[in-house]
């Protein structure tokens, strides 16, 4: 089976760290680019799935940008399209990512999407609330206050329905003000009660909860005006985990299980696309800039998608769509500098380290051993100790404080990652 992801681009603002701003701030060219998109993707799928041997879908993800954007025709549309040239008849998931605004818009979205594919086993519904503190909301241009966002959850109590899914999304951002005290504060008292009653009614299904990424060159650590939104990033690396681990805490403590680093579920519906990449099963992703991973016994006639097989030890491939809008509308959609020929080996280090950063672990030590450090067996034992690594049966597994500094523990392990 497949999974398709669909990058939707589009942006309801300039914001920082999304990796496409708005094609349409001219609302006369709005309609326009929402055509050629269609049109560019509605080839690229057709063409696509030509090369793909087994045409049967598990997941399809609507994602990237502001979906929204575009209407409950057009979104429908392009799910009900992949079932012309895809077997969608068995998708166990149906995810899209939204904004919380506007309010009204995204309610009728939803009741869109149920009304279009109510007999679809799940629809899941990813809410990009990222934060309650009004200060950061204003910076990265989000129409919507605290305020807003409390009316808006509470609005979803009125339209959610059986086979629906609630994802809500936050990232930790690291920005703490003081107390009268002088103590460091997250937010403040009452929003900080908010999150922890809405966490505590297990309305939601699941959350997500990212860090923010303090990469060289990012917006958010520039000093001037000019480069960055608010002229500063908002705490260091410590104060973004301390953030993390303040909400990832009031998660845990409302009964979600954490089943990956940064998701965290009630039981039985953590997200099925999100175990499809971790456990390296096939996806196909499209427009530009998308990515893709496939083993060859999935892809048929590899030279009609632009691949060349290298050599024997080949099994797989991933690969990433140009971010050339004009070169991607002329139907090269591939950037074969970003095309990575991947051999039984690279499997193996990606299996084992995306694997030991979910709740499933990793099963059979034995076949990693040649990619393991000399002396694993005392480094494992060390983290055991520790209470970051336990094991179960043949499982290898990390603790919750060992998935906070998964990437240490397996750099430590790997010989090479």
Known sequence: MTSIYIHIPFCAQKCPYCSFYSFFLNP???????DDYLKALYQEIEKTAQHIVNKQIQTIYLGGGTPNVLSPEQLTGIVDFLGQHFDTSQVMELNIELNPYPTEEIYNLINYFFIHFKKRPRLRFSFGIQTFDNQILQDVGRPVSFAGLTDFIRGLREIKQENMVFNFDFIAFGKFGETRKGEAQLWDPGKIDFFDRFAKSQFADSFSLYTLELFPGSKWQSKTPDQAISGTYYGSDDDIFTEFAYLKDIILDAWYHRYESSNFSKPGVSSIHNRVYRTMQNYIGFWPSASSFSRLDGLDKLGGLGFEKTNKEVKALRWTNTSNLVEYIKGNYIDSKKTTFMTQKDLLIESFFLGLRTDT????????????????????????????????????????????VSNTIITDLLKEV
């Not at 030590?365 to 002396?375: A, D, G, R």
């Open 28 to 34: 006369e060219i709005k309609d326009k680019m929402i």
């Open 361 to 404: 672990g990793v099963t059979d030590l034995e076949k990693y051993i040649p990619l393991l450090v000399t002396n694993y067996k005392e480094i494992i034992e060390s983290y055991k100790d520790e209470g970051l690594l336990y094991d179960v049966d043949d499982r290898l597994l990390l603790t919750d404080q060992g998935m906070d």
